[in-house]
């Protein structure tokens, strides 16, 4: 089993930046990718962004892409997502989790392991 726990949200202003953290332990081994979702009230959960856990290969939804970049260390076990240009419609609890598919998926029934959110909000 992968535990994940993310760290570092809170509130901004519209513009501003926010570094969320994932911490993982537990058995890494035959993890291959991490992607990080997100869920506003009333939404489906939806995907942002994820990485290859060994290194590498990025992917990332449309709507954040150029503004957020997904970034791991495997010397710390951990991931990160670093958000920049934030807006009142990047507001949700986001979410880190863990697959062993080998094809980089955006459906989270992908992911098996999820840690237990973080709440971003943006205000405008």
């Known amino acids: 089993q992968v535990q994940l726990v993310e760290s570092g949200g809170g509130l901004v202003q519209a513009g501003g930046s926010l570094r969320l953290s994932c911490a993982v332990s537990?058995?890494?081994?035959?993890?291959?990718?991490m992607g990080w979702f997100r869920q506003a009230p009333g939404k489906e959960r939806e995907f942002v962004a994820a990485?290859?856990?060994?290194?590498?290969?990025?992917y990332y939804a449309d709507s954040v892409k150029g503004r957020f970049t997904i970034s791991g260390d495997n010397a710390k076990n951990s991931v990160y997502l670093q958000m920049n240009s934030l807006k009142p419609e990047d507001t949700a609890v986001y979410y880190c989790?863990?697959?062993?598919?080998?094809?980089?998926?955006?459906?989270?029934?992908?992911?098996?392991?999820w840690g237990q959110g973080t709440q971003v909000t943006v205000s405008s």
């Open positions: 989790a863990a697959t062993t598919s080998v094809l980089l998926n955006t459906d989270p029934k992908k992911y098996g392991n």
């Open positions: 537990g058995r890494t081994f035959n993890m291959y990718h």
């Open positions: 990485i290859r856990w060994s290194g590498g290969r990025t």
